[in-house]
């Protein structure tokens, strides 16, 4: 069969959004050295409390560990970047390692995830779980069943997918299953409350629309003024109970 190049063109667009880039415009946000630029914010604790040492920098990786924890406690974490942004593609590499923590919850195993049009960690009350935000849910496979990854979760926000409001928390992606302790690449293409766009490993596997503050949610009610719209807002990574390791995080903005 022979193809036109428009066809052929359409057909490798997916990779060619991962691959033409050019790599001069993308900024680290992670420096390789250090947690310089982060905050962190662990449920019970202030913000910028990194209790346990749960966030930090080692072989040049930031690496979400849990050896100083008797057990997990629901002490949930996330990582902050210090600007906020609107438009902009993240990417982030990311393994899952080692064994849950004692206590973690069942769906929490290799499970983490880049958390997008946040609110600043400073705003989050003290046993706040997770920032109100957009969660691109990174998780990992067990060895023998489908799980995909990028995935959407909505802690305090909705989406709206074919013009539709989506108010279920998370809304699986169409990516493959990654086991075992493969790196695994992450882009998230965010442009302000237009449209989302999640890829892995170069593939689209999940977009949508109109992110928005969920009226119905206690944490997001605080946030809310004249407009339930999200433009903008923090970056984050989580830390939910299993180690999980981030090789690259990186962001290049975009108009």
Known sequence: MRYSFI????????????????????????????????TPKIVGYEAGDNFGNTFRVEDGLIKVSYDAYDKFDGRFGHLFYKESFSDYIIRVEYRF??????????WAIRNSGIMIHGQAPESMSLKQDFPVS??????????????????????GTNVEMEEQLITRH????????YHGEQWVVAEVEVRGNEIIKHF??????LDYTKPQLDPNDMDAKKLIS??????????????????VEFRTVEIKLIQ
Request: glycine share 14%; net charge negative.
């Open 7 to 38: 066809t052929l063109a359409v057909a490798l667009l997916p990779w060619y959004h991962v691959l033409a880039q050019d790599d001069d415009a993308w900024i680290p946000l992670f420096n390789g050295r250090d947690l310089t630029g982060w």
């Open 226 to 243: 004249d407009d339930l719209m999200l433009y903008g807002g923090t970056i984050s990574l989580q830390s939910e109970s299993h180690p």
């Open 97 to 106: 390692v080692g064994e849950q923590i004692q206590g973690g919850p069942g």
């Open 200 to 205: 892995v490993n170069g593939d689209l596997v």
């Open 134 to 155: 957009i969660e691109v849910q990174l998780l990992g496979g067990n060895g023998k069943d489908p799980r995909t990854t990028a995935n959407l979760c909505t802690p």
């Open 170 to 177: 998370c809304t699986n992606s169409g990516s493959q299953t």
